[in-house]
């Protein structure tokens, strides 16, 4: 897109915004006359080019409310442990906290409930898609607001097939047999971008699930027990391990490779394809972080399994406010302002902000997932993002899902590299269902 249109447009959004100001005094129910001015909200976040752009206009939010916003940013990896030490600390130096929704449910005794306050203030949850609202909501009691949303695609290189005239695939078994044709043709490039490591964060388990569902298989059962060990999905695990063990199209360090390994990979031409999430895109196309130019970008929706309709994962990391914070209505000021439609969608579209470069696409609620601006500023993701989110579930949240999980992605990074499929899960369910008696007691 031109930038005198991208231009146009936020000008527009902004002069819209603006208007309505203008007749309801405040715009997104936020609080008139500054009863909390003065106060300094303490916002710990992941570092994402994404909330770098929402930073860089709280200015805005200030002039509106006289309320101060000081953000701590720390990488992913770091994230979690930052988030359980501030709940164990009782910290309350953090007002609002940004957390990976599969961490919710183990810190859910000190993130404050937000039902309240979103019917107070007229806050509509059903403006997020239904996946994104259960990210967010753990014993029926929403926790957070969907803040960086995410939904998976499958890139590939357009011009490796345009080059070997092959279509993208539709099926996984499609992936292998694309993946040999290009590891043929193509012998110095991983035809996949695989990530099989364990790290914590249960990265593996993104791609495996596509799988396991694909298959009508489940994590648990109704009972909440392990079910990863039944028939269905021994067989739809075993086809996953395969795109490295059997059909060997896995660009190289794929075992112990993590997500950010693989988009590395494929950000410098050492890989053809890659699962990952819709994020991904901006890194993919920005000179700075690739080298790969837009034109040699291209995606399509997840594969299916065995040609059943796929269900995709998604995933959020919302916002949410400590119990712990002296600010919490201050706080909340600053959460519907942060998560407002217009601010999401100008910081999807514009690409520069006080002088900063700014590539996102990431956007979370209904109305920008539909959006054309969005979309023609993002060369069509927001619309393939909104058709995956169709038919889309959620990781498990239990309280304890960072110990089971780890348990099973532990598993799945053996069989990577070698291990008995059948053995592993069925062992790692075992040990699974003993640790949930252990912590249910």
């Known amino acids: 897109m031109q930038r005198s249109v991208i231009k146009f447009i936020v000008v527009t959004t902004m002069m819209t915004s603006f208007v309505a100001w203008a007749q309801d005094k405040l715009p997104y129910s936020l609080k008139e006359g500054k009863p909390y001015a003065g106060t300094t909200v303490q916002a710990l976040v992941v570092v994402t080019p994404q909330f770098k752009g929402l930073e860089l206009r709280t200015e805005e939010f200030t002039k509106l409310t006289g309320i101060n916003v000081k953000w701590t940013e720390v990488p992913f990896k770091s994230l979690q442990e930052k988030i359980a030490s501030v709940g164990v600390a009782a910290d309350g130096n953090y007002d609002v906290v940004n957390y990976l929704d599969a961490w919710g449910p183990s810190n859910a005794n000190w993130l404050l409930p937000l039902d309240a306050l979103l019917k107070r203030d007229r806050v509509d949850m059903e403006r997020y898609p239904p996946a994104f609202v259960k990210a967010v909501t753990f014993e029926d009691k929403v926790i957070g607001l969907p803040m960086r949303s995410h939904t998976q695609l499958f890139f590939y290189r357009k011009d490796i097939f345009d080059e070997l005239k092959l279509q993208p695939p539709k099926t996984w078994d499609d992936v292998a047999t694309i993946g040999a044709a290009i590891k043929k043709a193509k012998p110095g490039i991983g035809p996949l971008a695989c990530y099989y490591g364990a790290d914590g964060n249960r990265q593996n388990l993104f791609i495996w699930v596509n799988y396991l569902w694909g298959a009508g298989a489940k994590i648990f059962n109704a009972?909440?027990?392990?079910?990863?060990?039944?028939?269905?999905?021994?067989?739809?695990?075993?086809?996953?391990?395969?795109?490295?063990?059997?059909?060997?199209?896995?660009?190289?360090?794929?075992?112990?490779?993590?997500?950010?390994?693989?988009?590395?990979?494929?950000?410098?031409?050492?890989?053809?394809?890659?699962?990952?999430?819709?994020?991904?895109?901006?890194?993919?196309?920005?000179?700075?972080?690739?080298?790969?130019?837009?034109?040699?970008?291209?995606?399509?929706?997840?594969?299916?399994?065995?040609?059943?309709?796929?269900?995709?994962?998604?995933?959020?990391?919302?916002?949410?406010?400590?119990?712990?914070?002296?600010?919490?209505?201050?706080?909340?000021?600053?959460?519907?302002?942060?998560?407002?439609?217009?601010?999401?969608?100008?910081?999807?579209?514009?690409?520069?902000?006080?002088?900063?470069?700014?590539?996102?696409?990431?956007?979370?609620?209904?109305?920008?997932?539909?959006?054309?601006?969005?979309?023609?500023?993002?060369?069509?993701?927001?619309?393939?993002?909104?058709?995956?989110?169709?038919?889309?579930?959620?990781?498990?949240?239990?309280?304890?899902?960072?110990?089971?999980?780890?348990?099973?992605?532990?598993?799945?990074?053996?069989?990577?590299?070698?291990?008995?499929?059948?053995?592993?899960?069925?062992?790692?369910?075992?040990?699974?269902?003993?640790?949930?008696?252990?912590?249910?007691?």
């Open 223 to 441: 009972n909440g027990q392990p079910a990863w060990d039944s028939p269905a999905a021994i067989k739809a695990t075993k086809d996953f391990i395969a795109l490295n063990t059997e059909h060997k199209i896995c660009a190289d360090g794929a075992v112990s490779a993590l997500e950010q390994d693989a988009r590395v990979s494929f950000m410098q031409g050492k890989a053809a394809m890659i699962p990952v999430w819709w994020w991904s895109y901006s890194g993919f196309v920005n000179p700075a972080t690739s080298i790969l130019k837009p034109s040699q970008v291209a995606f399509t929706s997840m594969p299916s399994y065995k040609g059943a309709q796929p269900v995709t994962l998604a995933t959020t990391l919302p916002f949410g406010i400590s119990r712990y914070s002296k600010h919490q209505e201050a706080a909340w000021e600053f959460m519907k302002w942060v998560s407002n439609p217009d601010l999401e969608k100008r910081n999807a579209i514009e690409r520069k902000v006080g002088g900063v470069e700014i590539v996102n696409n990431v956007v979370n609620q209904k109305v920008n997932l539909n959006d054309r601006d969005v979309d023609v500023a993002n060369n069509g993701v927001a619309k393939a993002g909104a058709a995956s989110l169709a038919k889309a579930d959620v990781m498990p949240l239990i309280a304890e899902w960072p110990e089971i999980g780890d348990l099973l992605s532990n598993a799945i990074s053996k069989a990577a590299s070698g291990g008995d499929v059948e053995q592993l899960l069925k062992s790692s369910a075992k040990d699974a269902a003993r640790a949930l008696r252990r912590a249910r007691r």
